[in-house]
């Protein structure tokens, strides 16, 4: 078993100004991922300068929560190890090893199960978790090129895109065995699951256009233009719209979950918008540019980007505790 012990933080929240508003930002640092440096810098919102940038394991590429928000999972897919960070202040608690190739990591909405999609090992790794800890259940082959997930909310099945091959693959996770796998387009990348997980949304970097898959009949059912190299997904907490992330295009377009229609694009980005994290208010969306080395702050009153922020080389995962909610089924 590996151990996690997540560590409890209590704390009282001090009001900071985010600098390009006067809203308020509880105590803590934005967490960005710096893939190809091997390294994670710490943001501090109030002055939205780095603070700091520390060595952790090779290509740090996404991260999540714990369920109870004690700690930050970032996943070192390289080094084959996760690195838990204070999910406030960004600094190390602990470390874990011998996690192989955890490229893209999710917990399942209940908690049961921990996966991970190993993107160079071709294979999918579910473990059990309990408590602190998590044990692995099945290693299970799945080809080419495993990166993002999604869940049912019932935490039944998880759901893989394969980049390589261009399917989407359903894994049963009481018995860690493969469903069914279907084409859904080229590259498919980031997963949405729409509220009343009705159906999946599925980025297409390889194209223009967010697939739109009815998973129960196995049928691509509509395609959403957006933008070359649709590739992530984060809710924008009203209900009603996810934004997805156009790498080639250099834009973000609003999705309407419930029309299943594009709502508008945010445009006058810098090179590859990649993953995005929103604040409480739900006033800023902080995106990583993987192609420029940059972190940048969208007014989403005005949809304008209003500052870039200098990191490491290809950011990607990005966080801070002060956020607004992401469903359980799309990565809590």
Partial sequence: MRNFGFLKVFGAALAAAIGVSSAAWADGNVVVLN?????????????QTVIDTFPVGKEPHHLMATP???????????????????????????WVEHIEDPYQIGYSPDHRWFV???????????????????ELAKRVPLATMPSHMAFTRDSTTAFVT????????????????VLWKMKVGPVPAGLWMTP???????GMTGADYVAVVDWRTRTVVKTIHTGKGAHNFRSLDDGRHVAVSNRVANTISIIDELALT???????????????????????????FRFAKHVGIIDMNTRQLVKTIPVGRSPHGIYFHDRAPVTAANGA
């Fill in 262 to 288: 594009n709502a508008g694009d945010i445009t006058g980005l810098l090179p590859g918008p990649d993953d995005m994290e929103l604040s409480a208010d739900r006033r800023y969306l902080w995106v990583t």
């Fill in 162 to 177: 394969l980049q390589v091959s261009g399917e989407l693959a359903a894994i049963d996770l009481a018995t860690q065995t």
């Fill in 116 to 134: 991970t999609t190993g993107l160079r090992l071709d294979r999918v790794d579910v473990y059990r978790a309990v408590g602190d800890t998590i």
């Fill in 35 to 47: 893939s190809a440096d091997a390294s994670i810098s710490l943001i501090d919102p109030a002055s």
């Fill in 196 to 202: 009343d997980d009705r159906y999946l949304l599925v």
């Fill in 68 to 94: 109870d928000n004690a700690s930050l999972i970032v996943a070192n897919s390289v080094s084959n190890n996760l690195v838990f960070l204070d999910p406030k202040s960004g600094r190390i608690q602990h």
